[in-house]
């Protein structure tokens, strides 16, 4: 894979902002602007796990599963086995890519979730509709459709229906965030007039990884093409006055009945305060939450670090990441 950091993305994006505004992108239309990010988006790769040849020889793969979406259009799901026979089924992992709302794939994650995969575990990688084309919530339409797909046949790939887990990076973070809200805040499903799709307790956990889960804050975090992403996604210059807004925010739709959740965010990415504020909302819900911060250390992580396993703390996340799906899919650990 290619090895364009993810700190050159950032500037080029920066770039984008500062030409964009004196020419007046982005001023009626976010389409411009909205392509432009998105290209820099796609440009952008993580250098290939250690040992990843052998690793993915380890899985296999039945990619582009056809997901039926009421009120949206049909998602598509790639779902990576081990190989190794397993005596029990395994827990199910639904993995949510990030890329602004406008940009990424599944198959963009496609070497974090073989490797993940690889540790024992039956993880789906999601394609939704990208904005600006598809707005919100057709991508929480999809996700939901997806868990209940999963949950559906999960004998058929060997996996756990009851210990499910959704988990997403950057804005794919936020819909699994909100995905998680959903199945377990019956408030939440009646605003959004849907039906979670799997039962809370088939819930175990949520993986929370560079994500921004507060509408009313986030615009303070500086965060490069902010308002393109979120102008793609709700249609709306801005977002605050997206009649539904508020469902985007998790922070104000966490119960006690949200799962288990693993939350990071690299010391410096700009979502650094939201990943602190979500956790002070879990925790204000006396929900289990492991969070990984790295303020006042010095590693300078950045966006989507987690990806990178050229880091050291990189590998630890990931370790820690198999620690608790283990942890939590065991019975009587939800």
Not at 124 to 146: E, F, H, M, V
């Amino acid at each position: 894979m290619r090895t364009r950091s993810r700190r050159l993305l950032t500037a080029l994006i920066a770039v984008v902002v500062v030409v964009a505004v004196p020419l007046g992108w982005n001023q009626v239309s976010v389409q411009p602007g909205a392509s432009i990010v998105r290209v820099l988006f796609e440009a952008n790769a993580f250098p290939e796990p250690p040992n990843f040849a052998e690793i993915q020889s380890t899985v296999s793969v039945t990619s582009n599963i056809s997901i039926p979406t009421p009120e949206a259009p049909n998602a598509a799901l790639d779902i990576y086995v081990p190989k190794q026979a397993s005596a029990k089924p395994r827990p199910i992992v639904m993995w949510v890519h990030g890329g602004g709302f406008i940009s990424g794939s599944k198959e963009q994650v496609r070497d974090y979730v073989t490797v993940l995969a690889a540790k024992g575990f039956v993880v789906a990688s999601l394609d939704y509709s990208l904005a600006p084309g598809t707005q919100y919530p057709a991508p929480i339409r999809q996700g939901n459709a997806a868990l209940k797909y999963l949950s559906d046949h999960a004998t058929n790939f060997g996996g756990d229906k009851t210990a499910m887990f959704v988990g997403g990076d950057s804005a794919g973070s936020q819909i699994a965030s909100q995905l998680a809200a959903l199945q377990t805040n019956p408030t939440l499903a009646r605003q959004m007039n849907l039906t979670p799709g799997i039962a809370s307790s088939a819930l175990r956990g949520a993986l929370l990884f560079c994500g921004l889960y507060n509408m009313e804050t986030v615009g303070s975090t500086g965060f490069p093409a902010l308002r393109s992403f979120l102008w793609s996604y709700t249609g709306y210059r801005d977002w605050l006055s997206y009649p539904d807004i508020s469902q985007l925010s998790t922070t104000g739709n966490v119960t006690s009945a949200y799962p288990a959740t693993l939350l990071t965010v690299g010391d410096a990415d700009p979502f650094e305060s939201q990943g602190k504020e979500l956790v002070a909302a879990l925790n204000a819900k006396k929900v289990p939450v492991t969070s990984q911060f790295y303020t006042g250390s010095g590693a300078k992580l950045g966006h989507e670090y987690q990806f990178d396993f050229s880091h050291p703390e990189s590998q630890k996340m990931f370790d820690l990441t198999v620690s608790f799906l283990t942890t939590h899919s065991s019975k009587g650990n939800s």
